[in-house]
């Protein structure tokens, strides 16, 4: 499913991937404006923006305790987020990690780490409290793409 969202007249924008807060209130989408909202979905009130990218979001998520949001985008970076203070914690960028756009990103059950995958066929590990990044050899990224939920992609 792509949902457009615009307001007061403005050019729409496609959300690229939307999640629910652990707690199931909160909905968290990224779209290719290159910005992350947040909404309560019990009174469809508008919570937060998460700015910081040149480019389009293209993966996302709450940690399960739903304390940190990490999100992936276009320009191969991945930030931390608070959901808070919608206060950027951390930016993963450079050498050592991708050199593509992120395509997907999942966070393990005890809060720790975030695997993240690009396309240019790499993924990586980045420990969040840390923010320190391991490198996966290439004989292991196919074991681990089977296990991503890359979700569908809107079309122009």
């Known amino acids: 499913v792509c949902v ?3 307001s007061n007249g403005s050019e729409p924008v496609t959300m690229q991937w939307v999640k629910w ?9 990224g779209s290719e404006g290159a910005s ?11 919570l937060n923006t998460f700015f910081g990218h040149a480019s389009a979001v293209t993966c996302g998520d709450f940690t399960p305790d739903g304390k940190t949001i990490c999100t992936g985008f ?9 959901p808070r203070t919608g206060e950027s914690n951390h930016v993963v960028k450079g050498h050592f990690y991708h050199s593509e756009g992120l395509t997907c990103l999942t ?50």
């Open 36 to 46: 992350v909202w947040m909404w309560n979905a019990d009174n469809s009130a508008f």
């Open 107 to 156: 966070i393990t059950a005890d809060l720790s780490l975030v695997l993240t995958g690009s396309k240019d066929g790499s993924v990586h590990i980045v420990n969040i409290a840390t923010k320190k990044v391991l490198i996966i050899s290439s004989i292991i990224v196919s074991f681990f793409f089977l296990n991503f939920d890359i979700s569908p992609r809107c079309s122009a």
């Open 4 to 6: 457009k969202l615009s």
């Open 74 to 82: 276009d320009d191969a970076s991945l930030r931390i987020w608070n």
């Open 21 to 29: 807060h652990p707690r199931g209130n909160l909905v968290l989408d």
